[in-house]
């Protein structure tokens, strides 16, 4: 289905660490429209897994947007590489990406996810790299093999349906 729905998305975070985002371009807004896409699946009751890549030396994620969800650690860039990481995501969902870097571990786990026969969309203001070349370049080559790209706002808009959702005014204030 080319629109996203609550009931059949699943928001993976991906390694949104204390030590990696000082030096992400523009990474307080990828972190800011993280918060809002955790906020609306808290809202629409879409699950939610996060990754932390080396925790030991990246740290672990960011307060802004840890606690209360499952973290997944890694040492591989591609998370689908780590055995446990597919059985933690429902095959029927469609894979909603946000996190850091765009044109590493995003780039390979979105790669990898995609030769794992998941639909995946990445959330193109929602990911960070340290030079904004480097997340363009990630953006279409994830494109190129398959993945679809929203924005935060495209996201929330879609998970809500219609004006009538009874959380409307809720989720427009997360994008206001």
């Known amino acids: ?48 897994l996060f990754t932390e890549q080396n925790p030991d030396g990246l740290g672990a994620t ?11 650690h890694k040492m591989t860039f591609d998370a689908v590489r780590t055995p446990g990481f597919l059985d933690r995501i429902p095959a029927d969902r469609e894979i909603v990406v946000a996190g850091c870097e765009t044109h590493v571990c995003v780039l390979q786990t979105v790669l990898g996810l995609l030769d ?15 030079r904004p070349d480097n997340k363009a370049a990630g953006l279409h080559r994830m494109e190129r093999h398959g993945a679809g790209t929203v924005t935060t706002e495209m996201a929330v808009f879609e998970w809500l ?3 009538e959702h009874p959380r409307f005014r809720e989720a427009i204030r997360l994008i206001k």
Not at 62 to 72: D, I, K, N, R, S
Not at 116 to 130: E, L, P, T
């Open 1 to 48: 289905m080319p629109i996203l729905t609550a009931d059949s998305s699943f928001l993976l975070v991906v390694d949104f660490q204390a030590r990696l985002m000082p030096a992400i371009d523009h990474g307080a807004d990828a972190v800011a429209n993280a918060r809002r896409l955790l906020d609306a699946a808290a809202l629409f009751a879409v699950p939610v």
């Open 62 to 72: 960011v307060p802004e947007l840890a606690g209360g969800h499952p973290v997944f």
């Open 161 to 163: 349906g219609s004006a």
């Open 116 to 130: 794992a026969g998941r639909r995946v969309q990445v959330v193109s203001d929602a990911v960070g790299s340290r």
